[in-house]
């Protein structure tokens, strides 16, 4: 069973740009979410996708924006980067959007805005 | 808003001693607590979880009982090992998202 895949692993954008950070679900999972762990901090939810759709989200900008595809792999974008978008991006699948279901975690993308 | 408050670190610690780890949580709900853990440059590793009331999560020799009368799940283990080296994070799920502590850096010395 393979487990969940992000890529790439690291990425150095300047500030203004954009990026698009991607992330495989682990087999049989149909929910995907993303989370931001700046350094030294815990990790903060951005979004959650169930089935294509925005299930929920956290307390980010517009300008990050998320899909989900068919196969349930999913993208985050980000634009108009800022310095403190600096951080590891997490995505983490689920089968479900229940509390109870556990979410399994990729190793992550560094993401570093100059 | 649901949040995690956990004990600061870093702890250092010596071989084969006892870890604990405290964690409280504030929910509305009857939320799920998970320990996760991560290890340097890595993402985050499910350590293990409670789902409901007194119930008890155990993996690798870390355990932690959900204790709804003290809205805590501290994290135990008897003898740590230089392996168990990492950062620990707390966290609760009461609707759809994880809620994480800020994480407690745990050292452990031969």
Known sequence: ETGVTQSPTHLIKTRGQ???????SQSGHNTVSWYQQALGQGPQFIFQYYREEENGRGNFPPRFS??????????LNVNA?????????????????????????????????? | ?????????PVTLSEEAFLTINCTYTATGYPSLFWYV???GEGLQLLLKA?????????????ATYRKETTSFHLEKG???????????????????LSFGAGTTVTVRA
């Open chain 2, 1 to 9: 808003g649901d949040s995690v408050t956990q004990m600061e670190g």
């Open chain 1, 18 to 24: 954009q990026v698009t950070l991607r992330c495989s």
């Open chain 2, 51 to 63: 789902t409901k009331a007194d119930d008890k999560g155990s993996n690798k020799g870390f355990e």
């Open chain 1, 81 to 114: 980067l800022e310095l403190d978008d600096s951080a590891l991006y997490l995505c983490a699948s689920s089968s479900g959007t229940g509390g109870t279901d556990t979410q399994y975690f990729g190793p992550g993308t560094r993401l570093t805005v100059l």
């Open chain 2, 38 to 40: 991560q290890y340097p």
């Open chain 1, 66 to 75: 998320g899909l989900q595809f068919p196969n349930y792999s999913s993208e």
């Open chain 2, 79 to 97: 003898s740590v090992q230089v392996s168990d080296s990492a950062v620990y994070f707390c966290a609760l799920n009461d609707d759809y998202k």
